[in-house]
């Protein structure tokens, strides 16, 4: 699901408030990290992913991949935070404004 203008604004807003709930470090994306930010995906749909290492560049790359992927859309990404979001259709968490 690829969030459109109003629905791309009520995520970022969520996310304001939300700490990282996955943190890559040095050893890089592992298969730990990967099952991870699943669980997490289909438990929360939006979630804050903290990538500790890198340059700008590696870290875009890494998250980009990581959303591919995961069929994710990545809701914002700003230094080394990134914002993922992953609708769960059989037990959705997240309900959008109508209007």
């Known amino acids: 699901m690829t969030p459109n203008k109003k629905q791309l ?16 470090g040095q050893k890089g994306v592992t298969e730990a990290v990967l099952a991870e930010v699943d669980i997490a995906l289909a438990h929360h749909e939006l979630i804050k992913i903290k990538v500790g290492f890198g340059d700008r560049e590696e870290r875009k790359a890494i998250i980009t991949k990581m959303a591919e992927d995961r069929d994710a859309v990545i809701i914002q990404q700003i ?8 609708r769960n259709h059989e037990k959705p968490v997240i309900f959008f404004p109508k209007h």
């Open 9 to 24: 604004k009520h995520l970022q807003s969520i996310s304001h408030g939300l700490q990282p709930v996955v943190r890559i």
């Open 79 to 86: 230094g080394q935070i990134a914002v993922l979001f992953k």
